[in-house]
């Protein structure tokens, strides 16, 4: 099992930065593929960036160029640095993470408003 917890989420203005962190402990050896999910208001959840123990990374392409994962293995935690944010960006904000026998897990979630 793995657990998820994440935090940095907030209101700021267009063009402005936010920085999510994703705490993770449990078995996190564990885990092939981590990464960030969004979901506007009454909008399906969506992949926004993701990244493989082989280092792989994959971002939609909304979020090219202005967004940017990362981990520090050390303290377990991955990152989300968001910048040149715009209104289309606000959404509820999930960490993700996979295990090797995929099975899925889930942050709790942490709401970004830009407003317009």
Same mark, same amino acid.
């Given at each position: 099992?793995?657990?998820?917890?994440?935090?940095? &989420?907030?209101?700021? +203005? =267009?063009? *402005?930065?936010? !920085?999510?962190?994703? /705490? #993770?402990?449990? $078995?996190?050896?564990? %885990?092939?593929?981590? &990464?960030?999910?969004? +979901? =506007?208001? *009454?909008?399906? !959840?969506?992949?926004? /960036? #993701?990244?493989? $123990?082989?280092?792989? %990374?994959?971002?939609?392409?909304?979020?090219?160029?202005?967004?940017?994962?990362? !981990?520090?293995?050390?303290?377990?935690?991955?990152?989300?640095?968001?910048?040149?944010?715009?209104?289309?960006?606000?959404?509820?904000?999930?960490?993700?993470?996979?295990?090797?026998?995929?099975?899925?897990?889930?942050?709790?979630?942490?709401?970004?408003?830009?407003?317009?």
């Amino acid at each position: 099992q793995v657990q998820l917890v994440e935090s940095g &989420g907030g209101l700021v +203005q =267009p063009g *402005g930065s936010l !920085r999510l962190s994703c /705490a #993770a402990s449990g $078995s996190i050896f564990s %885990i092939t593929i981590m &990464g960030w999910y969004r +979901q =506007p208001p *009454g909008k399906q !959840r969506e992949l926004v /960036a #993701a990244e493989t $123990s082989g280092g792989t %990374i994959n971002y939609a392409d909304s979020v090219k160029g202005r967004f940017t994962i990362a !981990r520090d293995n050390a303290k377990n935690t991955m990152y989300l640095q968001m910048n040149s944010l715009k209104p289309e960006d606000t959404a509820v904000y999930y960490c993700h993470q996979r295990d090797r026998w995929g099975r899925e897990y889930w942050g709790q979630g942490t709401q970004v408003t830009v407003p317009s």
